[in-house]
């Protein structure tokens, strides 16, 4: 990956063209965790496509490629947002199927739970947890994508968790009572 910034940086539009397919996926769920229009997360993925094809030259350290266009892309969805003067929440039920076929693990079941779980949590909830869990990025780089201190961010991450935990809690609950008086039937 290393040696395909250094030589987008240097021109190279073929090693950008792999690169940016390297991150697709990441950035469309990112795109997602804050627009919910297709056409408007499209929109935000290219716009940061033409910033960063444009911007690579000034990157100055390849390592810190994966959070640098994140920042675009999060940069984007913003002025987006800001332009139809509404915030977005995700609804996953739309495009399920669609997404379904980006997931590379074959353990779908857990994919479906983890979208409904996503589903009880706020945008800027969502959008740590995409980022930190998904695209594996730490607090660190996910407090300065998001212009937030770090701190802030493992907050937002334990309350996440802590409403997660919540949620599969009164499920399994109300689960078990129901198989309980199925069983009794």
């Given at each position: 990956m290393e040696l395909l910034i250094k030589k987008a940086r240097k021109g190279d539009k073929e090693s950008f063209i792999k690169l940016i397919d390297g991150y697709m996926i990441q950035m469309y769920k990112v795109a997602k965790t804050r627009l919910k229009n297709e056409e408007d997360i499209g929109d935000a993925i290219q716009e940061t496509i033409l910033s960063a094809f444009t911007g690579i030259k000034?990157?100055?350290?390849?390592?810190?490629?994966?959070?640098?266009?994140?920042?675009?892309?999060?940069?984007?969805?913003?002025?987006?947002?800001?332009?139809?003067?509404?915030?977005?929440?995700?609804?996953?039920?739309?495009?399920?199927?669609?997404?379904?076929?980006?997931?590379?693990?074959?353990?779908i079941d857990s994919k479906i739970d983890f979208d409904n779980m996503l589903e009880i949590l706020s945008q800027e909830y969502r959008t740590v947890v995409v980022m930190y869990y998904v695209?594996?990025?730490?607090?660190?780089?996910?407090?300065?994508?998001?212009?937030?201190?770090?701190?802030?961010?493992?907050?937002?991450?334990?309350?996440?968790?802590?409403?997660?935990?919540?949620?599969?809690?009164?499920?399994?609950?109300?689960?078990?009572?129901?198989?309980?008086?199925?069983?009794?039937?």
């Open positions: 000034d990157l100055r350290n390849t390592k810190y490629f994966n959070t640098w266009i994140i920042k675009i892309l999060i940069n984007k969805c913003n002025d987006i947002i800001a332009k139809n003067k509404i915030v977005y929440i995700e609804s996953y039920d739309e495009i399920k199927n669609q997404e379904l076929k980006l997931y590379i693990s074959d353990d695209n594996r990025l730490t607090t660190k780089e996910i407090g300065n994508i998001l212009n937030e201190k770090e701190g802030t961010i493992k907050s937002r991450l334990s309350r996440a968790k802590q409403k997660l935990k919540m949620y599969y809690v009164n499920t399994n609950t109300e689960n078990s009572k129901l198989e309980g008086r199925i069983n009794e039937i």
